[in-house]
């Protein structure tokens, strides 16, 4: 009888664990809740219109489709039996299957994290999956759709206000693209307004953004961010979040109160819930994100038929970025199949660091490889090559290069449809008893005036 390997999570790690396997006499079976593969350093240009989500994901399925020893299912692990090596697997609408393993790979990657504020989440979308894009992409631009029919200056403000809470990787690129948006692409696409008075206030607790890529090139991401417009507060931690805005502690101990018709949370990581199940199961240790503690061949202590890898592992403090997690699948995928052949295997992990890149905007970027660090053009044309080669497929990579040559020659961001039934989260943006609100009968008598000519007509 063939060996059970079951993958759990087809991210990075996952496939290149399952690309590892292939030809292999074993059974591979590939969870995942979503079951397409995801190329989530990109999620913020589905966001801000650049990309379409099909140039980013892929069906897990197709990937894998010549790979005669694998197959896909869509579920979510919520139970682990290591005595019994069985999975208890959640199917989409109720009902569950048990699913008998003989090597666990669980790469199940990592969730945003309000740092013990989940309450933020209702008001503060975070970004780490497909639908997150698309929620955020819905908030943007349906804020400036909300700015344009407010009469009240005070609400068209808020509405151009745009707020993001942590100043990484996903926060400075997000930050960025949306004083792009708002400067370039719907420069002369409103009347009412103009959308180049958009506030983007970017929030964070550290001294600079970017502070990982060391202070050089964190110093040229601020100035950088600066120029475009970004609003910087360093130092600052918010206390608070609702629907009109956040609350915010700066580093004297004061807070300040800032409306803002969108916040995004774009700060921490936390392990999915799948790891703390596996951690409780067999007694394994998890650092302070809730990621499992592995050892050096990133098995689970006391468990070698078990390994952990990706996001969710914790070894030696490698950060949670796609490098490791490829680099972790290929070696996980050779040592399976080194042990399904019956062979010894004393080979430790190691990872070769090939650098870190984040795109400020066109024409800008942050690049550090080793003792080479890159910025303006230069570092902005290696984050193009850097992150067409990470790309799942040819045509993602043929796809996303002529989408970039368009966007940033023109401008054009043909990525835009979004639903304004998003943009007031939990209410009918059309339901009539709205316009019971004060001021509503005067907005319809605004907007039956002559639009205002703005200065750049």
Not at 116 to 126: C, I, K, L, N
Not at 295 to 323: F, R
Request: proline share 5%; net charge neutral.
């Amino acid at each position: 009888m063939p060996r059970r390997i079951v993958v759990i999570g087809g991210g990075f790690a996952g496939l290149f664990t399952v690309r590892g396997l292939r030809g292999s006499d074993a059974q591979v079976t590939v969870v995942d809740r979503a079951v397409h593969h995801l190329f989530q350093p990109l999620l913020y240009q589905v966001a801000t219109g650049v990309l379409s989500e099909g140039q980013i994901a892929v069906p897990i399925r197709d990937l894998l489709k010549k790979h005669a020893n694998v197959d896909c299912l869509v579920g979510n692990v919520s139970g682990v039996d290591p005595v019994a090596r069985t999975l208890h697997v959640d199917r989409p609408g109720g009902g569950s299957i048990e699913l008998g393993y003989d090597e666990l790979v669980v790469a199940a990657g990592v969730q945003q994290s309000y740092f013990g504020h989940d309450e933020f989440a209702e008001h503060a979308p975070g970004m780490k999956t497909l639908a997150d894009a698309l929620q955020i992409r819905r908030r943007l631009f349906g804020a400036f759709e909300m700015a344009q029919t407010a009469n009240d200056p005070i609400e068209r403000q808020r509405w151009l206000t745009f707020a993001l809470v942590g100043a990484g990787p996903t926060g400075v690129e997000l930050a960025g693209q949306i004083r792009e948006l708002a400067t370039h692409t719907l420069k002369r696409e409103f009347r009412r307004i103009d959308p180049g008075e958009a506030r983007v206030l970017l929030f964070d607790g550290g001294d600079q953004p970017l502070a990982v890529f060391g202070p050089k090139l964190a110093g040229k991401a601020a100035a950088a961010l600066t120029t475009l417009g970004v609003e910087l507060h360093m130092h600052s931690v918010v206390t608070a979040v609702d629907e009109d805005g956040l609350l915010v502690r700066d580093g004297t101990g004061a807070s300040t109160r800032y409306e803002a018709g969108t916040v995004l949370w774009t700060a921490g990581v936390s392990a999915p819930p799948v790891a703390t199940v596996l951690a409780q199961a067999c007694g394994a240790e998890q650092d302070r994100a809730g990621r499992i503690k592995v050892n050096d061949d990133l098995t689970m202590p006391g468990h070698p038929e078990i390994s952990v890898i990706g996001d969710m592992m914790s070894l030696k403090g490698l950060p949670g970025v796609a490098e490791v997690a490829m680099q972790a699948g290929f070696y996980t995928g050779r040592r399976v199949r080194a042990v399904e052949a019956g062979r010894a295997w004393d080979k430790p992990f190691r990872y070769r660091d090939f650098g870190s890149a984040a795109y400020i905007s066109r024409g800008r970027a942050v690049v550090s490889v080793g003792k080479v660090h890159l910025a303006g053009p230069v570092g902005w044309a290696a984050w193009l090559g850097i992150h067409l080669m990470f790309l799942t497929s040819f045509r993602n990579r043929f796809g996303a290069l002529v989408t970039w040559g368009l966007t940033f020659s023109r401008e054009k961001r043909r990525e835009r449809a979004f639903s304004m039934q998003a943009v007031l989260p939990g209410r009918d943006i059309y339901d009539k008893d709205l316009y019971d609100l004060p001021g509503a009968a005067q907005e319809r008598v605004a907007l039956d005036r002559p639009a205002a000519a703005l200065p750049n007509d």
